[in-house]
């Protein structure tokens, strides 16, 4: 398994400013991931993030809103930028961790929840 | 593109009946996942189910795989009140997830 801390657990936020997640896993993992959970919903991926270049995004998501960092294995960022009330959400850091029989695992980590007034 | 529907979405059962929750996905899934989400928490890995046939079993819950019906289930066994939860199941294409939409689950006394 894996385990992982995000940063900040929660924060009330100004529209129009910009908060930045930071995930921390306490091993090298190969693929992390972005999720975000709107209230009563369930989960969808913004991202994911690649160490060494541009993270990869899915439709519906973009790199200036949701701008993401991957410095190395165990480190990753996801900055909400310009934001407004449709924002409020929880975000998830996720890894992904190869077990044995070569199937993969995927751990979650506690969630950012983020409220925009 | 992977699409993930699960029913019922919400479920209220008695303490000590048993009950099912089904997951149907759209197209090949090479594994299925079952998590776990308490109100305010994140989400607990519970099961990850990786070919036809496939089944596996905690405490009072049992997951199981068909892949040629695209179908996977959670059995409740004589439920009790801490298993109230959300589950959510979610298949994998490549490597990125694809949730359904949860099951919120309470067991009444």
């Known amino acids: 398994s894996a385990v992982i801390s995000q940063k900040p657990s929660r924060d009330i936020c100004q529209r129009g400013t910009s908060l930045t997640i930071q995930c921390q896993v306490d091993?090298?993992?190969?693929?992390m991931f972005w999720y975000r959970q709107q209230p009563g919903q369930s989960l969808t991926l913004i991202a994911t993030?690649?160490?060494?270049?541009?993270?990869?995004?899915e439709s519906g998501f973009v790199i200036d809103k949701f701008p993401i960092s991957r410095p190395n294995l165990t480190f990753s960022t996801l900055t909400v930028s310009n934001m407004s009330p449709e924002d409020s959400s929880i975000y998830l850091c996720?890894?992904?961790?190869?077990?044995?029989?070569?199937?993969?695992?995927?751990?979650f980590g506690p969630g950012t929840r983020l409220t925009v007034l | 593109e992977l699409k993930v529907e699960q029913n019922p979405l919400f479920l209220s059962m008695q303490e000590g009946k048993n009950y099912t929750i089904y997951c149907n996905y759209s197209?090949?899934?090479?594994?299925l996942y079952w998590y776990r989400q308490d109100p305010g928490k994140s989400l607990e890995s519970l099961f990850v189910?990786?070919?036809?046939?496939a089944v596996k079993q905690e405490g009072r819950l049992m997951a199981s795989l068909d892949t040629k019906a695209r179908l996977s289930t959670l059995h409740i066994t004589a439920a009790v009140h801490d298993l109230s939860a959300t589950y959510f199941c979610?298949?994998?294409?490549?490597?990125?997830?694809?949730f359904g939409e949860g099951t919120q689950l309470t067991v009444n006394p």
């Open positions: 979610a298949g994998r294409s490549g490597s990125r997830l694809t």
């Open positions: 993030a690649n160490q060494g270049s541009e993270a990869t995004y």
């Open positions: 996720s890894v992904g961790v190869y077990g044995s029989s070569s199937y993969n695992e995927q751990f």
């Open positions: 091993s090298q993992v190969t693929m």
């Open positions: 197209t090949t899934s090479d594994r």
């Open positions: 189910l990786l070919s036809n046939g």
